[in-house]
């Protein structure tokens, strides 16, 4: 079964630090450019960064340039989100997404960080 | 800044047809910007609908479809059943940098 499973999110105060990470199984990893996308409570989607398959290329929106870090292992399967320097505007649900087809086919069912005092 | 616009809201009768629309605040959406769309209900991660303006992912029922109707992408639901009362998003890839824009998302109501 193709599936992504994330894990890391948590309640962290404003100026603090969290690494989410993504597992993925049932396709062959390396293969796919992976992306975050979140999701903040009762508010739309919005794409968060991107990674190219070996890593080489990595893109992100402007609100979290300089503060969050998108990476992979392919080696494990996985794929991670850095986040540092953290604003309540950053709470969120956090989804991973397999990238395909310039669209996101296969969503993990996400990761809550919560950014408060 | 880009801004993606969809309809707020929209409200459709069971077994009628329903179209949303995704559309640029300046300029005109193409199939360049691979247009793709996505489900969501309360509590659930988002499932693909439609990628590349208008092929249906695996197991989307065919009642769902996407085009281009003049300057905008648009989904069209074809014979509305309950279940397809849910929050619908659409993206557009704007190409390397920031790569893609999600819109604010159509809260479809079957009644």
């Known amino acids: 079964e193709v599936q992504l499973v994330e894990s890391g999110g948590g309640l962290v105060q404003p100026g603090g630090s969290l690494r989410l990470s993504c597992g993925a199984s049932?396709?062959?990893?390396?293969?796919?450019?992976m992306t975050w996308v979140r999701q903040a409570p009762g508010k739309g989607l919005e794409w968060v960064a991107n990674?190219?398959?070996?890593?080489?290329?990595?893109y992100y929106v402007d609100s979290v340039k300089g503060r969050f870090t998108i990476s992979r292992d392919n080696a494990k399967n996985s794929l991670y989100l850095q986040m540092n320097s953290l604003r309540a505007e950053d709470t969120a649900v956090y989804y991973c997404a397999r990238t395909n087809w310039w669209a996101f086919d296969i969503w993990g069912q996400g990761t809550m960080v919560t950014v408060s005092s | 800044q880009t801004v993606v616009t969809q309809e707020p809201s929209f409200s459709v009768s069971p077994g009628g047809t329903v179209t949303l629309t995704c559309g640029l605040s300046?300029?005109?959406?193409?199939?360049?910007?691979?247009p793709s769309w996505y489900q969501q209900t309360p509590g659930q991660a988002p499932r693909t609908l439609i990628y590349t303006t208008n092929t249906r992912s695996s197991g989307v029922p065919d009642r769902f479809s996407g085009s281009i109707l003049g300057n905008k992408a648009a989904l069209t639901i074809t014979g509305a059943q309950a279940d397809d009362e849910s929050d619908y998003y659409c993206a557009l890839y704007m190409g390397s940098g920031t790569d893609w824009v999600f819109g604010g998302g159509t809260k479809l109501t079957v009644l």
């Open positions: 049932g396709f062959t990893f390396s293969s796919y450019w």
């Open positions: 300046s300029g005109s959406v193409s199939t360049s910007y691979y």
């Open positions: 990674i190219k398959q070996d890593g080489s290329e990595k």
